[in-house]
């Protein structure tokens, strides 16, 4: 089952306990939220929405429809305000390869999470 191992690899990412988790989320029971990482239970849709918002991905990607989150992609030039440096990335980015770029979504990714850390 994929959903309980993303999730958990979400959970792990964001450097939260299963306790911090289920608070953020809005659980009252922990046992509700482990559930659903052991793959016992699943979340109904509004607490997929939750979880969705809350580790920054797509629903798709936490059920295992997608491998990849383009959602990521999508935050990190939508928050680019500057028209000619959205330009110069396009011109400069549009050959890398992919390890390169997974690279840049790497370093992208340990912003946003800073940045949320810092809002908390």
Known sequence: MVFP?????????????????ARRLGVKSLS??????????????RTLIKMARLFNVSIDFLLGHDTYDSRQDETFFNAIGDNEFK????ENFSDASKEDLNKLRTMWNMLMQLSKDNQN
């Not at 509700?32 to 849709?45: I, L, Q, S, V």
């Open 32 to 45: 509700t939220y482990a559930n659903w990482e052991y793959g016992e239970r699943e979340p109904d849709h």
């Open 87 to 90: 330009r110069w990335m396009l």
């Open 5 to 21: 191992s993303r999730l958990k690899m979400l959970r792990e990412k964001a450097g939260w306990s299963k306790t911090e988790t």
